[in-house]
């Protein structure tokens, strides 16, 4: 398994100074992570979820600004990443259990030292989950929320994600997803569509000279990044 070795960087969020473990060397893990696959690198399996990524941070204001969900209980990231969104909804909503969950079992690390660092270790679970698959059970039909950032890499996160999403939420509630708007993006607002009622599409912008934003995304030339929010509610249970 790849060893990953981590590093806290500073931010600011809600007006506060905080911090975020993240990969220390990104080019080194990934390296190490090719060499553990056989080279056999793909959308699927490369897991930059290691990173902090202009989307979740875009969620994360978003959140602490509007609080667009009132006082969920269960709260489900998917692809959590490092876990620094399932932190912040922890802080906010701090009646709330929150299930970071990812493909890639060696982020539990990460998320759970990103816990207790924000102080939510209590109320923030880190599961592993594969969206082709059906949800854990005890989850199924449980979530008030249900949040993604930037998680259509790859052609079956389109595929398998509304649904997945779908069997995780009740019917009262709301799923919220970030996305800087890459080829697929459209074709994923298609797929939801079927089983969510789209309730907000707002563009937000998100300045990458930001603490925490990788050196490669500044590196585009790009001073900001717009990303897209969607605001979703669950149609009829029947067609889920």
């Not at 950032?149 to 398998?160: E, L, M, N, R």
């Not at 999403?165 to 996305?179: N, S």
């Amino acid at each position: 398994m790849t060893v990953l070795q981590d590093k806290a960087i500073a931010l600011q969020w809600n007006g506060q100074p905080e911090k975020v473990f993240v990969v220390d060397n990104f080019d080194g893990f990934l390296d190490q992570f090719a060499h553990e696959v056989g080279g056999n690198l793909s959308d699927e399996r490369c897991p930059f979820g290691v990173l902090l990524w202009p989307s979740s941070r875009t969620l994360a204001d978003l959140f602490a600004r509007e609080k667009p969900v009132r006082s969920p209980k269960t709260i489900i990231e998917l692809g959590c990443g490092v876990g620094f969104l399932s932190c912040v909804l922890a802080r906010l909503y701090p009646d709330a259990k929150v299930y970071a969950c990812d493909y890639e079992e060696n982020l539990e690390s990460f998320v759970m030292k990103n816990a207790e660092m924000w102080g939510v270790s209590d109320r923030v679970e880190f599961r592993p989950i594969d969206w082709r698959e059906s949800p854990p059970r005890e989850l199924i039909r449980t979530a008030d929320l249900v949040v993604g950032a930037d998680v259509f890499y790859d052609d079956s996160h389109i595929k398998h994600l509304p649904t997945f999403a779908r069997q995780l939420l009740k019917d009262t509630g709301r799923l919220v997803l970030g996305d800087p708007k890459r080829f697929r993006f459209s074709q994923a607002i298609d797929e939801l569509s079927s089983l969510f009622e789209l309730l907000d599409h707002s563009e937000e912008k998100c300045a990458l000279d930001q603490e925490g934003i990788e050196e490669f995304m500044i590196g585009t030339g790009y001073k900001e990044q717009k990303i897209s929010v969607l605001n979703l509610r669950p149609k009829a249970l029947a067609k889920a």
